[in-house]
């Protein structure tokens, strides 16, 4: 999983968020890579309603090759929002659907934890501290 890069913005310009995503979005990056069996989509900066197509377009990519394990990354996430939440909840019940084990890998941000408690979905979803080590 060497190519992922946590907490750094794209570093080609094809990479780069369109005029579009600068003016709306432009704190929200989505990478993803499949290694193995597992399937991850690693989330950088904020994960709010600007960011919502691109979750859901990694989300579905990553789902479409039907792995066993599906990675959410949230360590260099530094915020999120209700939308945010609701992207999780919606991935939780795609990876159910589709029976694939999802790991959510938990933020450091203080924001972001406080967020999880006080909806009370850290109880809910598969949350982890690490991302969970696989065979390749």
């Not at 950088?44 to 990694?58: A, K, T, V």
């Not at 890998?105 to 949350?127: K, M, N, T, W, Y």
């Amino acid at each position: 999983m060497s190519q992922i890069r946590h907490g750094r913005r794209p570093a080609s310009t094809k990479d780069k968020p369109s005029a579009t995503a600068d003016r709306l979005g432009a704190k929200c990056y989505v990478e993803t890579a499949r290694v193995g069996n597992a399937a991850y989509v690693v989330l950088i900066g904020e994960l709010d309603l600007s960011c919502n197509q691109r979750f859901i377009d990694g989300l579905k990519k990553m789902l479409a090759d039907r792995p066993g394990d599906l990675v959410i990354d949230m360590r260099s996430l530094t915020f999120i929002d209700s939308t945010g939440l609701g992207l999780l909840v919606k991935a939780n019940t795609l990876t159910r659907e589709d029976e694939v084990a999802l790991h959510i890998v938990r933020s450091s941000a203080q924001i972001v934890q406080a967020v999880f408690e006080a909806s009370g979905l850290d109880r809910v979803l598969p949350l982890v501290d690490q991302p969970p080590r696989f065979q390749a």
